[in-house]
């Protein structure tokens, strides 16, 4: 507890030390001030109370000033252990604390009666001003008129009181147990911390644990802030020991590391080698470029994992959901794009629009995880186009405006439309994704259940044999989770530049995808690569990258655009949408040959074949297309496949 055995001769030579003169808010640094013999701590804001108050009346008294009342105490490097808001109890409450935590949501700046002035209704006489609590009860002394204790009505005079600025914000745990949402609690930010804090802030807040009770005698506790600090480290609640560098060191030096780090995600799960490579250099991430100008270029790579149902797709980003130190999950199914973005929110307190934060500008610095992509509304899904690219979140409504960051990386996940992946149709004619969307992602693998005896065999005895190995306890991962935290928060401090070497490839890489003029990439994917490269640049702990790392990432990147094509080419054109203008060709061919008569399937693609460059698998699709949407008709139970123009 704090005990003030001198309180004018310590606390005045405490201010004096730290040079305060002049009325202002007073900074009390808890390391300085507890060197003092007459001054002594325990964990309790209302001792801190008499403290911060016994230090205005001496610096009044320094100053010359008579009425210090309505000046701020901020109370520094107070040494307590960050505290989970989940972890608060009844028995917190008077106590001062340290929480690690994010801004969820920010109300505006109102003005909080601290010294209440009332006056005699009768012969309007003033009445001594004594300071308030949220209960605002008034003494019984300031009940009665100075003048004539006879005169009992009294009226509150707004002119009269000391008042302070304050903000209402609502903060929740940085991190949340698994399946549950993050615990979240009110607190109130006082003087100079008003207006500085936007949804998605994580900051450091020493509180006091004060509390509530409204009209059905419910009591609720809340944090009144004695200061407030922006921009805590992201990865802030992992904490890396020297020996936890030492072995991360190690495991970097390893020459499977790769290997060992994609098969500690989820080893229940049998194969997918190259999706969970692509996972492991997700997580790790690039480098993000920030340009003279304020211009920036994103390090964080986007992973989209499109295929049939029982793949195993939710149990791959949920695994990586409890691997990432900091990462927010939402199901496209039950998401809203005001929930995956911002949302405006009527304060309860007056009614008045405040700015909610939603899942990707609280997985600010970390990465959000969405399952079912495909099923959330079009109009939800455009809020991504910003989000993904710009990492930024431009918020007009209700009268706000304000941009908010979203600077992480998106792993998604989408079943096909019709349930079913088809081989003879595009991937983009199968999956309710807009290619404007789908070219933001770095990698798009899709996973298709084809039936394979040697590969059955094999994932039947993976399963079979990992229940048995999980009762028994004996699955074990190549490197534990916590281990693998530690790597990815250490790892993240290295800045890898791209060499020469690495770039020439990247280069030359670019300009042979770019070879076909009716399908190839984009800037965009290139830019995905030089992040992919970063990445595995991170993982080996390296300043800079090598060939091996680029000649990597363009491996991985091949992998993953010869399974989205359903074939064993580079046919980008599916996912971009640059074969539209092949597919209207088609089809233009299409209605003049069959605008009059029928002709078999097998006659129509060798005379739209003859003399043009488009292949088998071409016309199938465009001539499926046109089934699927009415306009041709294919009777399929004669000899051969005959087609028909509708008319």
Same mark, same amino acid.
């Given at each position: ?507 030359? #890489? ?6 076909? +003029? %009716?399908?190839?990439?984009? !800037?965009?994917? &290139? =830019?995905?690569?030089?992040? /992919? ?75 739209? #074949? ?6 088998? +698998? %071409?016309?199938?699709?465009? !001539?499926?297309? &046109? =089934?699927?949407?009415?306009? /041709? ?15």
């Amino acid at each position: 507890m704090l005990e003030v055995v001198d309180p004018p001769l310590d606390i005045q030579k405490y201010l004096t030390l730290q040079g305060y003169k002049e009325p202002q808010d007073l900074i009390i640094d808890y390391p300085e001030a507890i060197k003092f013999d007459g001054v002594k701590y325990e964990l309790d804001s209302k001792t801190f109370e008499v403290f911060a108050d016994d230090c205005l009346r001496e610096l009044r008294g320094l100053s010359g000033k008579m009425d210090l009342r309505p000046y701020n105490v901020t109370l520094i490097n107070y040494p307590a252990k960050p505290r989970q808001i989940k972890t608060l109890r009844n028995a917190d409450i008077g106590k001062l604390i340290n929480v690690d935590c994010v801004v969820r949501k920010v109300s505006e700046i109102r003005q909080e009666i601290i010294w209440a002035g009332y006056r005699c209704a009768e012969c309007d006489s003033p009445i001594q001003l004594f300071k308030v609590d949220k209960t605002m009860r008034i003494p019984p002394w300031a009940r009665r008129c100075p003048q004539d204790e006879n005169h009992k009505k009294i009226y509150l005079d707004p002119e009269r009181c000391l008042y302070r600025d304050i903000q209402y914000v609502t903060i929740q745990d940085l991190t949340a147990e698994h399946g549950r949402q993050p615990r979240s609690i009110n607190a109130v930010v006082p003087g100079i911390f008003c207006d500085k804090l936007t949804p998605g802030n994580r900051c450091k807040i020493t509180a006091k644990v004060k509390v509530e009770v409204d009209k059905d005698n419910i009591a609720c506790i809340y944090l009144e802030c004695c200061n407030v600090e922006k921009a805590v480290d992201d990865y802030c609640d992992i904490v890396v020991t020297p020996e936890d560098i030492e072995e991360i060191t190690k495991l970097a030096a390893r020459e499977d590391i790769f290997k060992a780090l994609s098969e500690s995600i989820n080893p229940s799960i049998y194969g997918y080698d190259s999706i969970k490579l692509a996972l492991v250099l997700q997580m790790f991430g690039g480098v993000t470029c920030t340009f003279d100008d304020g211009s920036k270029q994103r390090g964080d790579s986007h992973v989209l994992l499109c295929g049939d149902p029982s793949m195993a797709k939710s149990q791959l980003i949920r695994s990586v959901y409890n691997i990432v130190p900091r990462g927010v999950y939402a199901s496209g199914r039950s998401t809203s794009g005001a929930g995956l973005t911002a949302a405006a929110i009527k304060d309860e307190l007056d009614g008045k629009w405040t700015l909610e934060a939603g899942a990707m500008v609280l997985a600010n610095g970390g990465m959000c995880i969405i399952d079912e992509l495909d099923k959330m509304r079009e109009e939800d899904r455009s809020a991504l186009h910003e989000a993904m690219e710009s990492q930024t979140i431009s918020f007009n409504k209700a009268g706000i405006s304000e941009k908010l960051e979203t600077v992480c990386s998106v792993l998604a996940a989408a079943n096909p439309i019709d349930g079913k992946f088809i081989p003879e149709q595009d991937i983009i004619k199968q999956i309710d994704l807009p290619p404007s969307l789908m070219s933001r992602f770095d990698l798009i693998f899709s996973m298709i259940d084809v039936p394979n005896n040697d590969i059955d065999d094999s994932v039947a005895q993976h399963v079979l044999q990992t229940r048995a190995k999980a009762t028994s306890g004996e699955i074990v991962r190549p490197i534990s989770i916590d281990m693998m935290r530690k790597y990815v928060t250490y790892a993240k401090t290295i800045n890898p530049i791209i060499t020469k070497e690495s770039q020439d490839y990247l280069r030359s #890489m670019y300009k042979s995808f770019r070879a076909n +003029k %009716e399908s190839y990439i984009t !800037v965009r994917q &290139l =830019e995905a690569l030089e992040r /992919l490269t970063e990445s595995a640049a991170r993982i080996k702990l390296r300043s800079e990258t090598t060939l091996e790392d680029a000649k990597m990432a363009v491996q991985l990147f091949k992998m993953a655009m010869k399974s989205v094509t359903l074939s064993d080419t580079m046919d980008v054109s599916c996912i971009y949408g640059t074969s539209t203008v092949r597919q209207t060709n088609i089809e233009k061919r299409l209605y003049e040959l069959l605008k009059d008569s029928p002709w078999e399937l097998r006659l129509i693609r060798n005379e739209i #074949m003859r003399g043009t460059d488009f292949s088998e +698998k %071409e016309i199938n699709q465009c !001539v499926f297309a &046109l =089934e699927k949407n009415g306009k /041709l008709n294919i009777d399929r139970e004669q000899t051969s496949i005959v087609v028909s123009w509708k008319v």
